[in-house]
C-alpha cells in the first residue's frame, strides 16, 4: 500500500486588535483615604485564536515620559481583570490614589503578533476636608449704639487645629453660618462667609456651622454652639437712654479692667469695669437727665513700663535736645502733676524705678483724657476734661471715649537687644579688696541689680552721672542702681574666698528691672561683660517666663552662647500664631518684656525661641 503525508503551514502575521475608550473624567477618590475604585473596559479580539491578555499599572503616569510599571501590591492597590470569553475585558482596581494613571494593555496570539494599547485614567479627591473644631465659645454681647447689643463671631475663632485635602494641602477657605441659615431649603456653603453678627434677636445659645471648603468646592462642616451673654443684664431691654464708650491708650491699646463712675441727678452713683475691648456703657438710664462720667484706674507702677530710658527722654525735653510731638507725653511725664516737667518729676520716677518709693507722691498711675478733646504739645499744662459731662441726655450716645496715659511711661517701646555694662575680670584671694568700674560708655542711662554672690562683700559704691542707688539690701549682695548721662559705677569690694570677679558678680532683676538706653535713646537690654566679652553661656537656654501665671505683664529671658539674629513666636492651644519677635539678640542673657495685651489670648500658650541651630519651646498660662 501507499502512504502520503503532507505537511500544511499557516502563518498568521496579524498581530490582535485593541479597542479601548480612555475614561472623559477623572474618577473621584471618596474614602477617608481619598483612594477611588476604578473600572476600566476594552475589547482585544484576534482573526485566528483567543488573544492572550497582560495588564500593567504605572501609578504615576506622565504622558510622553515614557511607562513605568509599578508593582500594585506595593502600593496597596488591588488589580484584577476579567473577560466575558467573547473578547469583552474588564480591568478593576481599588484603592487608587489621587492622581494620574495609566494601565498597558498587552494582548498576543500563539504566532508571536501582539498589540499593546495604554488606558490613561486619573483620581480626583473629591472628600470633603472636615474641620476641627472648638465644641462651643462665649461671646459678649456689647452696647451697639442703637440701644441694643450686638457681638461678632468668626469661622477662625471656632478653628481648633488645621485639616488637609487630599493633597496635602491646608485648608484655608471656612465659612460660618447659623443653623437656621444652613437649614434652609437649597442651602450650599459659600467661601467668604468669615464671620457672623449677634445681637439681642438671638438666644442665649445659637447653634452654628463652621465649613471647610476645599479649592474644588468641596465642604463639610462641624456643628458648635456660641454661647451669648449681657455685657449688663439690662442691655437688651431697649428702655431709657445709654451711656456707651471705649477707653484705649494714645496707641490704641484697649484698655481692660478700667473703672468707669457715672454720676447723676438724684444722687446717681454707678460704676461699672471696661471689658477687654475697652468698652463700657451705662444703660436704662432716665432722659432729659444730666450725667458726668470719670474714668480711674490706679494699679501699681508697671515697671516693665516705667523705665530709666524715660528719665533720659524727660531730661533730653526738659534740656531742649528733644521734644514730645503730642500732648499725652507730657502728661505722662509730670508725674507730680504741677503742670511742667522738672527735675523733681525725674526724681519721682527714678525713686520708683529703684523701689525707694511705691509710687507717684499723688497716688495716681494712670490718668484719663476726654478722647473729643485735642490734647497738643501747646495745651497740656492748662486745665484739660478729665471727665465727660452730658446735658438732658436724649437717648442713646455711644462716643464718650477717654484716652488713657500711663504716668511715667514715654518712651513706650518694649526692650531691644542688649548693651553691656562692661568692666575688667580678675583672680581675686581671700581678703582681697578691689575696685571694680563699670563702664556704659554706648549707653545713656541704664538700670538692674547688681548682686555679689557669698564670696564678695561690698564695702562702698560711688558713681559718676546722674542717678540713684538703692541700697537697702546691700548686706545681702544686692546693689539697685539706676543711672544717666556720662555713666560710670564703682563698687569697692572684698573677697572673702578666692575665685574669679566674673563668677561672683551679676545683674539680675531682684530690687530693680534691667534696661539699657542707646545712645539714641531708646529702650534695650542690659547685660554684663568683663575683660570686653560677655558672660555667655556654654549652651543657649531658653528659661521659664516670670511672673507665671500671668496677669498683666511677664518677661521672658534666654541666654545665647553667641550673638545673632533669634525669633520669638507665641502660639495659643490651637497652634494660632499670637505674636511674633525678631530679635537682634547678644551672647549672655536676653530678655523680651509682653504684656497681656501683646499677648492678647488667654489660657495655656507656648513659646519658642530659634536663634541658629538651637530651638526650645515652653509653656506660659495667661489669665484674666
Known sequence: HFRYIQFIKIYDEVAPTIDADEPADCFAGTSLTCTA???????????????????????????????????????????????????????????VPVGNHAVRVRASDGCGNFDVEIIEFCVEGDKAPTPICISQLT?????????????????????????????????????????????????APAAGRLGIDLDCDDDSTVPVRVYAIDDNGSADYCAVF???????????????????????????????????????????????????????????????ADYTVEASYSPEVDLSQVKVSDVVKIGSVILGTSTFDNGYDFVAGDVDQDGSLSIFDMVAIQRVILGNDETFATGETWRFVTEEYNLTASNWATTFPEVYNVNDLAGVLSDVDFVAIEMGNVVREGGRSALNLETEDTSLEAGQTHTMILTAAEMRGFQGTIALAAGLELIDVTFEGEGGLNLNRAGEGLIGVAMHEAISLTLEVRATEAGRLSELVSLTETLV???????????????????????APAVSA?????????????????????????????????????????????????????????????GVLTYTLTAGDFSATKKMVVVR
Open 37 to 95: 475604585e476604578v473600572e476600566l473596559t476594552f475589547t482585544a479580539l484576534d482573526e485566528c485564536s483567543d488573544a492572550d491578555v497582560q495588564i500593567e499599572l504605572d501609578a504615576n503616569y506622565v504622558a510622553g515620559a515614557g511607562f513605568t510599571a509599578d508593582n500594585p501590591a506595593t502600593l496597596g492597590v488591588g488589580v484584577s481583570l476579567s473577560n466575558d470569553g467573547m473578547g469583552g475585558f474588564t480591568i478593576n482596581a481599588t484603592n
Open 139 to 187: 461671646v459678649t454681647l456689647m452696647p451697639d449704639g442703637q440701644g441694643g447689643g450686638m457681638a461678632a463671631i468668626w469661622a477662625s475663632d471656632f478653628i481648633a487645629s488645621d485639616v488637609e485635602d487630599c493633597f496635602g494641602n491646608v485648608i484655608d477657605k471656612y465659612s460660618i453660618y447659623t443653623e437656621e441659615e444652613a437649614g434652609a431649603a437649597g442651602f
Open 226 to 288: 456660641v454661647l451669648v451673654q449681657l455685657f449688663q443684664e439690662d442691655l437688651c431691654t431697649g428702655t431709657g437712654g445709654n451711656l456707651a464708650g471705649n477707653i484705649a491708650t494714645q496707641d490704641n491699646d484697649l484698655m481692660e479692667g478700667v473703672e468707669v463712675n457715672l454720676t447723676g441727678n438724684n444722687d446717681m452713683d454707678e460704676m461699672v469695669m471696661t471689658a477687654a475691648n475697652g468698652g463700657y456703657s451705662f444703660t436704662s438710664l432716665p432722659l432729659n
Open 513 to 535: 528691672r534691667t534696661e539699657g538706653v542707646n545712645l539714641n535713646g531708646e529702650s534695650t537690654g542690659l547685660g554684663l561683660a568683663f575683660n570686653g566679652s560677655s558672660l
Open 542 to 602: 531658653l528659661l521659664q517666663n516670670t511672673p507665671n501665671p500671668v496677669v498683666d505683664a511677664t518677661t521672658i529671658r534666654f541666654e545665647l552662647a553667641t550673638a545673632g539674629p533669634a525669633t520669638l513666636s507665641i502660639q495659643d492651644a490651637a497652634g494660632r500664631i499670637v505674636l511674633v519677635r525678631q530679635l537682634d539678640a547678644l551672647a549672655g542673657m536676653n530678655r523680651v518684656d509682653l504684656t497681656s495685651k501683646d499677648l492678647g489670648a488667654a
